[in-house]
């Protein structure tokens, strides 16, 4: 009797067990333990490592497969002009506070001496710089005492009109770059490490090469192997050929030479030379910069000379810049990372500072996230919040 109780509950035991599994089978395949859906193409990213489109986006599993064959064919990039419209959503996440309280202080029923100087704190804290944001202030209170306080509409259009105004709508902005008769443009991205000076050679390649253009990318920045091999990166994956040293220390010069000599036997349409960001002594870096330029210059001219800035560091990255920009003739100024940052006053104070123009700006670490500055787009990106 003993026996058959305890075959009885061991029998019991087993069906039970058998059951619940069969009973969780189903589940495992049903919609919440569903297949992922297949990875999107990973944007080209430094050293291969997939970079997120925005800050806070889903990083692809590293658990995934790679993907593989056709379904890796890139994307087309999407064309430059535009852009900034198209990220200005980027601009709005990060800028909103700058904006939003200024047009709530300005909307203020008897702006007092006390409201004045709120604004002004903040537009100094929005980096614009100690002079601009006098001026900026100075402006608005002209405006305001002439034409009186209005309604929020009206405050809008004319903060929107004395930003613009500030960063300076009229500014030749354009891109040298292209063919110019027999020979390459030749565009020279200088600046600190770590402002983001590969990523923007890579981004612009593909811009340039989704527009038609050919493109080939000369690694002078021979200190760190590392440098080099993310621009290879970039160029395995836009197509642009690589004109690099096997040797780390080699002449960051003749690396430039070669790549400009290669660019102009194989006839391409711009060459994007990248270069070492080391901050050592001024007089180091004139003799570098100067000496890679007159050697692409026996060669070829220098049309560009793109002064890459991290805008997330602010006055302390402007210090650095101005270094970079009394060693070489900079000719515009690629401003980083600025949807990461509620700073973008740093746009008026590096134009002021460095007396050129931002002619391009980062947007995020999508290979698209590069866009021709606009400044009418990026003030109302500002006002949007
Ligand atoms: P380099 O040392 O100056 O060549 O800098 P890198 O090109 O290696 O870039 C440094 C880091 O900044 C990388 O992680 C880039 O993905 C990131 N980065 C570059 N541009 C942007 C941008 O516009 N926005 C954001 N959020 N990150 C950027």
Redesign the pocket.
């Known amino acids: 009797m003993e026996y058959l109780i305890i075959i009885i509950a061991v029998v019991a035991v087993l069906a039970l067990a058998a059951g619940t599994l069969f009973f969780l089978r189903p589940s495992r395949r049903g919609p919440g333990r569903a297949a992922p859906p297949p990875a999107p193409p990973a944007p080209p ?2 050293g291969g490592t997939p ?1 997120a489109e925005a ?1 806070g986006a889903t990083a692809v599993a590293p658990t995934l497969p790679p993907v593989t064959g056709p379904a890796v064919v890139a994307e087309a990039p999407l064309p430059l002009a535009g852009r900034m419209v198209r990220l200005r959503g980027r601009l709005a996440r990060s800028q909103t506070a700058f904006g939003s309280v200024l047009l709530g202080l300005l909307s203020r029923e008897g702006l007092d001496d006390q409201a004045w100087e709120e604004i002004e704190d903040t537009l100094l804290a929005a980096d614009l710089g100690v002079g601009p944001s006098r001026q900026l202030v100075d402006e608005l209170r002209t405006q305001v005492r002439v034409e009186g306080s209005r309604g929020p509409e009206a405050v809008r259009a004319m903060l929107r009109q004395d930003l613009i105004a500030a960063i300076g709508p009229d500014q030749d902005r354009a891109l040298h770059v292209g063919r110019h008769g027999d020979r390459p443009a030749v565009v020279l991205v200088v ?10 050679c890579g981004k612009l390649a593909r811009a340039l090469i989704g527009e038609g253009g050919a493109v080939l990318l000369g690694a002078a920045d021979t200190f760190r192997a590392a ?1 080099a091999d ?1 621009l290879q990166t970039w160029g395995d994956r836009v197509g642009a050929r690589v004109v690099r040293s096997d040797r780390e220390g080699a002449d960051p010069a003749s690396v430039a030479f070669e790549a400009v000599r290669e660019g102009i036997d194989q006839r391409v349409d711009t060459v994007i030379v ?1 270069t070492a ?1 080391r901050l050592h002594t001024k007089a180091g870096l004139m003799d570098e910069l100067g000496k890679i330029k007159r050697v692409i210059e026996k060669r070829a001219t220098v049309d560009e000379v793109l002064l ?1 800035l991290d805008a997330t560091t602010g006055q302390n990255g402007l210090r650095q810049a101005r270094v970079f920009a009394e060693a070489v003739d900079v000719t515009g100024i690629i401003l ?5 940052t509620a700073k973008g006053g740093i746009v008026v104070a590096v134009q002021r500072e460095l007396g050129v123009p931002v002619k391009l700006a ?4 999508g290979p698209d ?1 590069l866009a021709p500055f606009d400044p009418a787009a990026f003030v109302d990106a500002i006002l949007s919040g």
Do not use: F, Y
């Open positions: 990213g430094p970079t800050p600046g600190v490490n770590g402002t983001g000076k590969t990523t923007a440098a993310q990248d960001g890459v980083t990372k600025l949807d990461g980062g947007l995020g670490e996230d």
